[in-house]
Every structure is written in C-alpha cells, then in structure tokens.
C-alpha cells in the first residue's frame, strides 16, 4: 500500500520523526510549517492523508482542518490530527471541525501505522466509488462531508454490544438524542441481529463475557451483510494490543474508558455520516451502472448490454446444446409517423411499443431496444417455431389497438415487422443478429405488418 501523506507541523522534530516513520513504510511525505502551507498543497497537489498539529502559528489545526472539510476539492481527505492535547474537549472539537481521528504525542508507531493504512484504504475506496460515480447529478458530496455540529439529519441506527447494565445504561443514555439503539448483551445474538436490520454503527465492548469481542469484530466483517457497517471499539485502559488488532481487523474507531459522552457521541455521528456517504456513493454508481446499459427514452435494455450479453448466452447456448433464437422487429413508416405527430410523438409512440414488446415476451426473453424504431429480442432455450409465435403475439399486439399522442391525445394506428433466426451450430451472436435483419427486410418487402422466420 503506498500513499501521498502531508505531514503538518510548526515543530521541525516531530516533522521529521513523522516523515522518517513514514518513509520507511514507503508512503510518499509531504510538509507543511503551518496551516496556510498546508491549505495551499492541497488545493495544488493530490494528498492522501494529512497528518495536522493542532497548536500552529496563524491559523491553529481546528480551523485548517474546517476550511479542508468546507473545500468540495478537499472534503474527501482524511485527517488525523497529532496533538499534544489529550483532553477529551479537543477531541470532541476537533472531530467536530471533521477529523477523522486523533493520536496523541508522543506517538506510538503501531497505532501510527495502523490508523494511517486504515484510513488510505477508506480514502481509496472512496476515491474509486466517487470515480465512477461522476455521472450522478444527485450525488451532493459537499453536504455529506461537511463538517457537522454535533447532530445528523435523521438519527442513526445503532447496535450496542455490551453485556454489562450500568454501562448498557450510560451510553444508551449518552446516544439517545442522535441515535436509535438497540442493546444485546450476546455476541452471538447481537450477529444475527446486525444481519437483520439496516445498522448504521455497531459498538462492540471489549468486555464480553466469555467471547473474545476480536472474533465478534471478525465475524462483522466477514458476513456480506455487515461488512461495511461501521464498528466502533470500546476498550478498557491498558488494553492497547487489543485496540491494534481490532483496528486491524477492519474495526474503524475506538473508544477506552472512563468514556466521554460528548466523545462518545462525536465518534459516532463521524462513522454514520461517513456510512452514509459510502452507501450514497454506492447507490450513485449503482444507478450509474443502469444508466450504462439502459435506454432512458423506453426503459428496456440498450444495444451496448445486447452486444456484451448475447454472446454470454451464445456460449452459454453452445455449451447445454440448447437453441437459441432471436427477433428483430421495427415499427412501418415511422418516419411518417414523426413527420405527422413530431418527435414529440414519435417518442410517445416508441415508448408505447415498448410497452407493448413487454407484454408480449416472456419473463425469461431479452428485450432491447437497438437503436432508432429497431427494438431486438433473445429468446433462450426458444426454437424457430416457438419464437415465430412470440413474435407473431407481438405483432398482433402492436397492432390491436391505436397509439395515442400525449401532447394532442390523437390517435396513431402503428403496425410492425418482425424476423426471426435460429442459432446455428458454431455461429456467433453478430452473425445470428445479421440472419434475423435480412427475415426483417425481407418482412419489409413482403408488404410489412407480418412475420417473416429464417430457418436454421
């Protein structure tokens, strides 16, 4: 794992025990001297990680890291602020002003390490969802990342792991004005409970009777369900060695008692914010990738997903010895149809046929449009004869009944022509496509408004 990491710090020591601890893991190191320095590499340069002193001359860390979160351009870089400050006040101040984590000096170096590789592979993530997520308009990184006042849109959904009642108490207590939580003091049960329900942050006490809570984190991650939900450990003083491996483990944030509730209840608006970005982005690139392959006028598939799949089900025909049929068909004199009704219409008219197409085929059929008035259907495991009558229930259904124009309500009376082809032994899916488009022409010229099969 190498990254690009801007080390912050007025101090000209601690800047070079940081950078010496960091190039020997190989991470490419930036510096800074102050926090205007700092502002101007990032708004010119690709950073990764930004480690930030807190007490600096001219704008102290607090304000550098808002002004990183309030920056579109910079709001996705993590920051963990390295301080000799170490009362819980800071912190709260510092994760409110959007920092990602904190450490405190002198600093140990396998939390250094272990915090800065944790955060890379989220920035990383993050970085590669947001990538391919560049098409969504609706994506607002800006609000998502901004740095928060201590509350959320909409509660979270926490899950509470903590077999002791006093404690179960105070952080419930703690949470209730920015979160729902559920309590479970069984490890076990409070696995199946997370798979169940759409948690938002998963707080794990190291205090589990007779469980170790590593193998509960483990298990977190290691279920589809639950892997990207955030775990937040709860550790007792002394019990750094554990903290290590949890966050090894993929654990994102911990905690170690006596606890803060102010701390308690930063930390945790950080992680579900940060959960709700994640789930944004891949939603966005979700859509993006439906986008990818559909057509937004009809719906159906476009001819970039027919062109990748219908040789998947070629293969796949070849393989099982299964025929394979497909139907072109495209709607008589469109032309005439935009020329009377505009194109206006002639979208009207294209999403009703597809509509229509829809009801026509069955369940198992692919249905895509292939580009202009020229629509195309696979029929798996579909003889000649079979498919001949699917498109045969197509024409007829594009024909019972006129097409209406939503801009006048006029009435179009369409009808369509249809070829049909069978997969031939060894013959790719181009050439299966070009047989179905000559039975097509071949409809034309018969006088259109019919069916016309090749045989194979």
């Known amino acids: 794992m190498t990254a690009r990491i801007l080390v912050v710090d007025d101090i000209p ?22 926090g205007m320095t700092a502002l101007s590499i990032c708004d010119q340069t690709h950073v990764d990680l930004i480690l930030l002193d807190i007490m600096m001359p001219g704008i102290d860390g607090f304000e550098v890291c ?68 560049d098409s969504a308009r609706d994506l607002d990184t800006t609000a998502l990342l901004a740095p928060h006042e201590g509350t959320l849109d909409e509660p979270g959904l926490v899950l509470l792991v903590e077999g002791r009642a006093n404690a179960q108490e105070r952080m419930n207590r703690a949470l209730k004005d920015v979160a729902v939580t559920t309590v ?92 709700r ?21 009809t719906g159906l598939n476009n001819r970039r997903y027919l062109d990748t799949h219908l040789n998947t089900l070629v293969e796949r025909s070849g393989r099982r010895d299964r025929p394979l049929s497909v139907l072109i068909t495209d709607i008589d004199h469109f032309k005439s149809i935009n020329d009377v009704h505009g194109h206006e219409g002639g979208d009207d008219i294209l999403r009703e046929f597809a509509r229509r197409v829809r009801g026509a085929v069955r369940g198992a059929d692919l249905a895509c449009r292939y580009g202009g008035e020229e629509f195309v259907v696979v029929m798996p495991d579909t003889t000649l004869e079979i498919a001949s009558q699917v498109a045969e229930r197509l024409r007829d259904a594009v024909a019972a009944s006129p097409f209406t124009i939503s801009a006048t309500g006029a009435r179009a009376q369409v009808t369509t022509s249809v070829g049909v082809a069978m997969l031939e032994a060894g013959q790719d ?28």
């Not at 405190?104 to 989220?122: A, E, G, H, W």
């Not at 003091?185 to 170790?212: H, N």
């Not at 789930?279 to 937004?296: G, I, K, Y």
């Not at 899916?429 to 099969?453: E, F, I, M, P």
């Open 66 to 133: 808002e002004r990183l979160k309030k920056n579109p351009k910079t709001a996705h870089i993590p920051v963990v602020m390295v301080t000799a400050l170490d009362q819980p006040t800071d912190r709260v101040r510092g994760l409110k002003a959007g920092a990602d984590d904190f450490l405190t000096k002198p600093v140990n170096d396998l939390q250094l390490m272990t915090r800065v590789k944790s955060l890379i592979r989220f920035k990383a993530l993050s970085d590669e969802l947001r990538l391919r997520a």
């Open 277 to 297: 970005y994640a789930d944004c982005l891949r939603a966005s690139l979700s859509r993006s990738v439906e986008f990818a392959v559909t057509d937004a006028l």
């Open 13 to 34: 020591a601690n800047v070079k025990l940081l950078e010496a601890r960091l190039l020997a893991e190989y991470f490419d190191v930036l510096t800074a001297a102050d």
């Open 184 to 275: 479970i003091g069984d490890p076990q049960a409070a696995l199946f409970e997370a798979a169940e329900k759409p948690y938002e942050l998963i707080i794990v006490s190291s205090a589990l009777e007779d469980y170790d809570p590593l193998r509960l984190c483990s298990q977190l991650r290691s279920l589809e369900r639950t892997r990207f939900i955030p775990v937040l450990m709860v550790a007792e003083q002394g019990e750094e060695d554990l903290v290590i491996r949890a966050l090894e483990l993929g654990v994102n944030d911990y905690l170690v008692r006596p606890l803060d509730p102010n701390e308690l209840v930063a930390r945790s608006i950080t992680q579900i914010r940060r959960k």
């Open 429 to 456: 899916g181009a050439s299966l496509l070009r047989r179905a488009d000559q039975a097509l022409y071949q409809a034309k010229t018969d006088g259109r408004n019919r069916v016309v099969g090749e045989a194979a």
